[in-house]
């Protein structure tokens, strides 16, 4: 059970860190 919540959170790290590169390049998305 945890290790679901484990994948579930790293996959929403990675997509916040998605967003803040995207961000810091200016680029809208």
């Known amino acids: 059970m945890e ?3 484990i994948l ?3 996959q929403i790290e990675e ?3 998605v967003r803040k590169t995207v ?3 200016g ?3």
């Open 27 to 29: 680029e809208p998305r």
């Open 15 to 17: 997509k916040l860190k």
């Open 8 to 10: 579930r959170v790293q």
């Open 23 to 25: 961000l810091s390049r």
């Open 3 to 5: 290790f679901i919540t």
